[in-house]
């Protein structure tokens, strides 16, 4: 298994690197035979204003599925543990799901009815953009149906998810409603409507439906 640490605003030293290979592979001891790689990304953030200031984020590759865990506190060997532990149960969770995926019930999509655009989703709000790129990630995105982003979304520990989309070849998202149940975003060919019976284009998409945050 590859284990791969990486720092932000933090040096890695020698201490903090054996505790993370300890916590770590400890988690995923009884999932060697699922895991090909483990990413640590360790971030102290610098703004006095944030009380939860020391971050540890993993992120699992398993035989073409991500799992991933992030935990914050006001202490980095505190937030290793609650991370490993995290990551621990996103893995049973995932090994669950695969032994029993002829079984188990796939979430279910809530149909979306169509409505009208929306002119300005912004309404009295003053629109803010952050004032650089901050951060960038790469990953793999193997075409997929919805039904195995919607799995791929509960295991990332995002509100969203996404991935190409095995039927149309274009890019999808779906995602967590403020009001329960997922929604899917397509493209818009044009001026046509979607034609897809679960999803839903992503400028008539009103304010409840929203995914409930856009951490990434």
Known sequence: MKLVI??????ITDAIREYVH??????????QNLTTEV??????????????????????????????????????????????????????????????????SQPKLIPVEG????????????????????????FAMPPMTIEAALEQLQLVDHDFYMFRNAETGEINVVYERNHGGFGVIQPRNGNSHSNSKNGKTADNITEAEKPRSSKV
């Open 6 to 11: 990486h720092g932000k605003n933090i040096e």
């Open 22 to 31: 300890q916590k770590i592979e400890k988690a995923v001891n009884h999932f």
């Open 39 to 104: 990413d640590v990304h360790l971030s102290v953030a610098r703004n006095p204003r944030i009380n939860t200031k020391q971050a540890a984020e993993v992120t699992i590759y398993a035989n073409g599925s991500v799992i991933r865990a992030e935990e914050s506190s006001e202490s980095l060997y505190a937030s290793i543990d609650l991370v490993a532990d995290k990551i621990a149960r996103q893995l049973r969770k995932y090994k669950e799901k695969r032994q029993d995926q002829k079984t188990h």
């Open 115 to 138: 409505q009208p655009v929306v002119a300005d989703l912004i309404g009295d709000r003053t629109p803010e953009l952050p004032s650089e790129v901050v951060r960038t990630k790469y």
